[in-house]
């Protein structure tokens, strides 16, 4: 069974920094891309940040450039969204998901395989 299983959102003041995991398992994901989107309250899902397996390539919403980073661990299987200078305009739940491929879209719907998500909120 295809699992992806994020961890490490929390409470943190504005400026404060989190760093979000993401966990893969259940089949070879040597071809996929991998991305995190949020959504906050009222508003619909949005890419944040995405790489490719193999890490040559990356992709930043403009919102965030600048302030987060996405980095991998082919080993571990896990994907990780460091962020920094965090807003409250950052406050959402944060998922991970993965799509076969190295195109690294913002189409949600080509994105096959999601996480349950983790609730970052950021107080002013």
């Known amino acids: 069974q295809v699992q992806l299983v994020e961890s490490g959102g929390g409470l943190v003041q504005a400026g404060g920094s989190l760093r979000l995991s993401c966990t893969a398992s259940g089949r070879t994901f040597s071809n996929f891309a991998m991305g995190w989107f949020r959504q906050a309250p009222g508003k619909e899902r949005e890419l944040v940040a995405a790489?490719?397996?193999?890490?040559?390539?990356?992709y930043y919403a403009d919102s965030v450039k600048g302030r987060f980073t996405i980095s991998r661990d082919n080993a571990k299987n896990t994907r990780y969204l460091q962020m920094n200078s965090l807003k409250p305009e950052d406050t959402a739940v944060y998922y991970c998901?993965?799509?076969?491929?190295?195109?690294?879209?913002?189409?949600?719907?080509?994105?096959?395989?999601w996480g349950q998500g983790t609730q970052v909120a950021v107080s002013s």
């Open positions: 998901a993965a799509r076969f491929g190295t195109a690294l879209t913002e189409s949600l719907s080509s994105y096959i395989y």
């Open positions: 790489i490719t397996w193999g890490g040559g390539n990356t």
